[in-house]
Structures are given as structure tokens and as C-alpha cells.
């Protein structure tokens, strides 16, 4: 009867001990979950922003070639009325000579 009642002490002791590791390993997965949430919404809301920064850039790239090409087109025309210009000097020039 003795060795059942330390048997019956005994299970009750690790039961005990048992509820409280139950309890904090709970507590513990708790927080665990909170954190797991808190990164899934860091990793959503960095998807977004990877998505925006991404389309900014083709945007970007896109406007930087409208504006390089705008760039090579007026160079173009400005050599052209340069060279208008200078014609017309000579023009002059030669008008003024005679």
C-alpha cells in the first residue's frame, strides 16, 4: 500500500510539473504566433512595396529613354539651326562685302 501511495505521489508530482511546462510552453507558442503574424504582414507589406518600387522603375527606365531620345532629337535641331545660322553669317558676310 505504501509503494502505491508513492507511486500515486509520484504521478502527481510529474502531472504537476508536467501542467506547469504544459503552461508555459502555451504561453510561450503564444508569443510565438504573435510574431509569426507580426512578420507576415512585414513580408505582405514588403511584397507591396517591392511591387511599387518595381514599377516605378520600368517607369523610370521608360521616361529616362522618352528623355534621352527628346535629348538626341533637340541636339539634332539645334546643330541644324546652328548651321543655319552660320550659313547666314556667311550670307551676310559676303553681302556685306559686295
Not at 507576415?40 to 527606365?61: A, S
Not at 539645334?78 to 556667311?90: A, G, I, R, T, Y
Amino acid at each position: 500500500m505504501a509503494d502505491s501511495q508513492t507511486t500515486i505521489a509520484s504521478l502527481r508530482e510529474l502531472n504537476s510539473k508536467l501542467t506547469v511546462e504544459i503552461t508555459k510552453l502555451r504561453k510561450k507558442y503564444v508569443k510565438v504566433e504573435a510574431e509569426n503574424i507580426k512578420l507576415k504582414q512585414i513580408i505582405e507589406e514588403n511584397t507591396e512595396f517591392k511591387t511599387r518600387f518595381e514599377k516605378q522603375d520600368r517607369k523610370n527606365k521608360t521616361d529616362i529613354a522618352n528623355l534621352i531620345s527628346e535629348n538626341t532629337k533637340l541636339k539634332f535641331r539645334v546643330s541644324k539651326l546652328e548651321q543655319k545660322l552660320s550659313q547666314n553669317d556667311e550670307k551676310k558676310a559676303i553681302l556685306l562685302l559686295n
